[in-house]
């Protein structure tokens, strides 16, 4: 027997046992289900010492396996982190159930009664890398939309994502719900990610969360239906009637306050009639927080100490403190740059031209579009979701920070009184 179909035999069980679980989710009310999030965030609060232990492995595997820094940070579990997570496993707690909601519905002349109401997918399978605070994400979200989840959440991560997926079949199990509603298959290594991606019959939904490689694999070789996230190669563009203040303080929110993760600002476009006023005050607050500036030749004149930026720099996701910067001739000209380079995630404009406002609002095709605020913004948490599965930058079915509402389909209810069709 090889590797694969060895792995494959363990692997069906698990799936098996995932199925049977969402069966017993799908009529679990949301009692049930809100006490099992509550259990979970209890497990969190009371094991922290075991999760940060847990961790510490894996960041010392991580450093000697030369990860880099954005995602070492990614990877890492504090206190701090940990209650951030069990406070968010209880705001989810604390918001409506999608499961039965009814999203439109009409009675046909003949009196027939029809409605589309939400219902779960069944089973979600994840695949993500160092990124341990997904799980436990994912693990909520799926339990409170009433879906069973098998998370291959990657090597890097792999001992903390066991004592959590333990933690949280503890609080299911103490709640009379199925501990197979939640599973990990990290244990099977990049054999079981394959193997997920080709579980067509057995997963209902696949969601990829991570860099753009792993992305792009999961949506070039999964048979089964993928909800592509996508990597953030965000944009702020500074207009020329951009105040000095607020694109001094929200570049620098955009780009400091967590460089690893995907809202994080990448490249910076100044509108040329601003750029003397913009740039240097803009990037010395950059550059006194460690930000290294990879700037455009008209960009440098104005602040010399950046570095030359390449045309690889604008299709770059750093996840560190690195920023790309341009200057550009007018709004046109900051529109057709993000269209060729921008990942669709999240773009902004600083402006008090409504209507370049306005104009940028629409023409731009990102799953998050603002004026006048961070790119930071762009977070299910934020988003009052209370979590998130991911960032979808695709159209179908879902787009952008994706919370309960998302890890549902949705059904046709016809109810008739003898009617039969003309």
Request: negative net charge.
């Amino acid at each position: 027997m090889s590797q694969t179909e060895s792995s494959a035999t363990v692997l069906t069980p698990i799936l098996d046992a995932a199925r049977v679980a969402s069966l017993s989710l799908v009529t679990a009310t949301t009692q049930q289900k809100n006490s099992a999030l509550l259990a979970i965030a209890e497990q969190l609060r009371g094991n922290v010492a075991y999760i940060i232990d847990a961790n510490a492995l894996d960041l010392a595997n991580g450093l000697a396996n030369g990860l880099g820094d954005g995602l070492l940070d990614r990877l890492t579990l504090d206190a701090a982190r940990i209650e951030s997570l069990a406070e968010a496993v209880t705001s989810i707690a604390a918001l409506g159930d999608p499961v039965g909601e009814v999203v439109r519905g009409s009675s046909l002349p003949n009196g027939v009664k029809i409605s589309q109401v939400r219902v779960p997918f069944g089973v979600i399978g994840a695949i993500y890398e160092a990124r341990p605070n997904v799980t436990v994400d994912i693990a909520a979200l799926a339990l409170k939309s009433g879906n069973a989840v098998v998370l291959r959440g990657g090597s890097a991560a792999e001992n903390s994502n066991r004592v959590l997926v333990t933690l949280i079949q503890a609080a299911l199990a103490s709640v009379d719900l199925p501990a197979e509603s939640v599973q990990t298959i990290d244990q099977f290594g990049r054999e079981g990610a394959t193997l997920l991606m080709q579980a067509r019959g057995a997963v209902d939904v696949l969601i990829p969360r991570g860099s753009a490689n792993l992305i792009n694999t999961v949506v070039s070789e999964s048979k089964v239906p993928v909800i592509e996230t996508g990597a953030g190669i965000v944009h702020i563009f500074l207009d020329e009637s951009a105040t000095t203040q607020w694109a001094v303080d929200i570049v620098h929110n955009s780009k400091v306050q967590r460089p690893s993760v995907c809202n994080a600002l990448e490249t910076l476009l100044v509108h040329e009639a601003a750029a003397e006023r913009l740039i240097p005050a803009v990037l010395a607050r950059l550059a006194a927080s460690g930000v290294t500036i990879h700037a455009d030749d008209r960009a440098r004149a104005l602040y010399p100490d950046a570095v030359a930026a390449t045309d690889d720099d604008w299709a770059t996701e750093y996840m560190s403190l690195d920023l790309a910067v341009r200057v550009v001739d007018s709004l046109d000209d900051a529109i057709d740059h993000i269209r060729t380079y921008s990942t669709k995630h999240t773009e902004s404009i600083i402006t008090n031209d409504l209507a370049n406002a306005e104009r940028f609002l629409n023409e731009v095709d990102s799953a998050a579009v603002m004026v006048n605020a961070s790119t930071r913004f762009t977070d299910g948490g934020e988003f009052g979701f209370g979590a998130e599965v991911g960032i979808s930058t695709q159209k179908l079915h879902a787009r952008g920070p994706m919370g309960l509402a998302e890890l549902t389909s949705t059904k046709w209810i016809v109810r008739g009184t003898g009617q039969v069709r003309a």
